[in-house]
């Protein structure tokens, strides 16, 4: 026998058992989107690689170890996407959309690739749902997305999510505390990991979201942002948290907070689900006031985040049934075959689902079938040119001609 593919490591397909799950989280993202103006985007999986290297920094774990880069026949560097906020920035400059209203309120979902170890939560297909709010710095457009990303928990009551919140600064005010931090770091070097003593220049941020307990114990008294804000920053986060309580949204404080990428300045947060064990983040994001002109735009404040789907999926662990059919169409013999065929198009075509056997079972099988797929009505075509309608949770059948069928299950 041919030996057998199996999907790559770290991807997983998805079956029609498991796809209205992923439905309904769509659906009521995008009731949630659109209730607040913000309007779908999709744009492509694979960008050049540079815009990657430039919007996520040259200094995380995204661009130094995990993106699928490759070069295409016409020798350009190109990745597949790690993920969704650099693209969508990329499209706003490269679409002049800061000569539209602002802020531009844009939604987007898709697979996102990442070369990680996979494990549970962690793969290296995996989807992502998000939001941006691009062209405003003010504190309602924080309180707004983030109050998004709340209501979407709320209403798949994701269980057990936790919202902590905190503050970087503007990237100016922060210059003076990352010397600082810098500065503890250096004076106890030999106690971190190698990973994050390579990066005391680069990222030292970084160092608060180390697992290695060497690490993390240097970062128990390691100076903090947010007793580092400058005036305006404090200001600006104290609005935020001000507009979250009046939107009844509950966060934690959490001065310690960090994010993998580069570009986040002012507010970030992470929405966390302790029922997830390791991986418990089920989104984040934040502010990125410099991304965008840092990608060739004007200067533009912005703020966003990201959720990973299989994450929320995962933390619900739910089972949605898939729907039952409206009809299945039975039939006895050759003779009927070509009248149940124009009958299921035009019923179809009315918007009734309805399904006929396609696999040759005995008229016995294909009763057995249409209560496989939770027929709510059988119509069963007779050898002599009569039909019945069987109807689930009824014991007669019923006469009727085909015609009338339409109405019968309508009523
Ligand atoms: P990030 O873009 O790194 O801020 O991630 C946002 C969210 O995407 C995370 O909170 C996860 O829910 C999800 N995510 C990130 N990386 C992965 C991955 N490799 N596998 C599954 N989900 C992921």
């Not at 001000?242 to 947060?269: H, K, M, N, Q």
Request: hydrophobic letters at 40%; proline letters at 4%; charged letters at 30%.
């Amino acid at each position: 026998m041919a030996e057998k593919f199996k999907a790559p490591r770290g991807t997983f397909d998805v079956l029609p058992g498991t796809m209205p799950q992923r439905e309904r989280l769509i659906r009521t993202a995008g009731d949630i989107f659109s209730r607040a103006g913000y309007g779908w985007a999709a744009t492509p999986v694979f960008e050049d690689t540079a815009l990657f290297e430039r919007g996520v920094g040259k200094s995380t774990d995204i661009v130094r170890k995990e993106m699928f880069t490759f070069e295409d026949k016409g020798g350009r560097s190109l990745t597949l996407r790690p993920e969704g906020t650099a693209p969508i920035c990329r499209a706003y400059v490269e679409h002049g959309m800061h000569k539209l209203a602002q802020p531009v309120k844009l939604a987007y979902s898709g697979p996102f690739f990442r070369h990680e170890r996979p494990q549970a939560g962690r793969y290296r297909q995996f989807h992502q749902i998000g939001a941006e709010a691009i062209g405003s710095d003010s504190p309602l457009a924080d309180a707004e997305v983030i109050t998004l990303f709340s209501d979407l928990i709320e209403e798949l009551g994701v269980p057990a999510v936790e919202l902590r919140l905190g503050s970087l600064g503007s990237l100016d005010a922060r210059r003076e505390y990352l010397e600082e931090l810098k500065s503890h770091l250096r004076s106890r070097e030999a106690e971190l990991s190698d990973d994050v003593r390579e990066r005391i220049e680069l990222n030292p941020l970084r160092a608060f979201d180390s697992d290695h307990e060497g690490t993390k114990a240097v970062m128990t008294d390691a100076p903090q942002l947010l007793d580092h804000l400058d005036t305006a920053d404090a200001e600006h986060f104290a609005e935020v948290r001000e507009l979250l309580s009046t939107a009844s949204v509950e966060y934690t404080i959490d001065p310690t907070l960090v994010r993998g990428l580069d570009y986040y300045t002012r507010t970030i947060f992470s929405f966390v689900c302790d029922r997830l064990g390791a991986q418990s983040e089920i989104g984040g994001g934040g502010r990125y006031d410099g991304l965008i002109a840092q990608l060739g735009g004007p200067e533009t404040p912005a703020i966003g985040w990201a959720a990973g789907i299989e994450r929320i999926l995962l933390a619900l662990d739910e089972e949605v049934a898939a729907p039952g059919r409206d009809l299945f169409i039975a039939v006895a013999g050759d003779g009927q075959r070509a009248k149940a065929v124009a009958l299921v198009a035009e019923l179809r075509r009315a918007g009734i689902s309805v399904e006929i056997d396609l696999a040759g079972r005995s008229i016995k099988g294909q009763l057995k079938h249409a209560e496989r797929i939770k027929a709510a009505h059988t119509l069963v075509f007779g050898e002599d040119d009569s039909s019945r309608l069987r109807t689930r949770g009824e014991s007669e059948d019923r006469q009727i001609q085909p015609s009338e069928v339409l109405e019968a299950i309508s009523r």
